[in-house]
């Protein structure tokens, strides 16, 4: 077809299908507004970012962990840095100083979709401020808190069987065993074990 093959490469192959992402859109930027009262706003921290930063061990600092040799150097390696994630990540602790130690799966879920969602409604509001990328990503603090939650997906059992099938539902729509040891198989046998009733 040489329509596709004249516009294919810029995303109007289908222009049913660019209308519609364009509506979806449109409608983002209407709920961020909605939310938030503007675009700027959208990307100032939340509460649970005001709280991770006033704690103790809130870490701001890209060089957090280096050696001196590092410092001087200006660079470290691959693996010293996975290591000096997971040291990070062990310090701070999933922020549980300040911030609500979830109870029950429900509750680890429902943490994860309000980070997705303030990560969706920063980058609607990116794109509309015409940052050519939308919202790069969270500070590294939300994602050592997410690594936390991770860790609580394994460990808290469900309440009741329900729990278990609906957390197994979400855990494999949201992709998030791409990133997890063994794909995730610890929060599996997790839900698949005995629940609490």
């Not at 222009?15 to 209407?30: S, V």
């Not at 600092?61 to 994630?85: H, K, N, Q, S, V």
């Not at 409604?121 to 969270?138: I, T, V, W």
Request: overall charge negative; charged content about 30%; hydrophobic content about 35%.
């Amino acid at each position: 077809d040489p329509f596709q093959v004249a516009f294919g490469t810029i995303g109007m192959d289908n222009p049913a299908r660019a209308i519609e992402n364009a509506r979806k859109n449109i409608r983002k930027a209407a709920d961020v507004r909605a939310t938030f009262g503007s675009y700027e706003v959208a990307m100032e921290d939340v509460e649970a970012e005001r709280l991770i930063k006033s704690s103790a061990k809130f870490i701001d600092g890209y060089y957090w962990g280096w050696t001196p040799d590092e410092l001087e150097a200006g660079y470290i390696g691959g693996g010293r840095m996975f290591e000096i994630e997971d040291q990070r990540r062990d310090y701070v602790d999933g922020y549980r100083d300040v911030l609500p130690d979830p109870h029950t799966l429900s509750d680890v879920v429902r943490e994860f979709i309000y980070w997705d969602w303030l990560y969706s409604s920063r980058n609607a509001a990116g794109k509309e401020l015409g940052y050519e990328f939308g919202y790069s990503e969270h500070h590294e603090s939300v994602y050592d808190r997410e690594r936390y939650l991770e860790k609580l997906l394994a460990t808290i059992k469900p309440v009741t069987r329900a729990e278990a099938v609906e957390v197994c539902s979400w855990f494999l729509a949201s992709g998030k065993d791409e990133y997890m040891e063994d794909n995730g198989a610890a929060v599996i046998l997790n839900l698949v074990g005995e629940c609490e009733e």
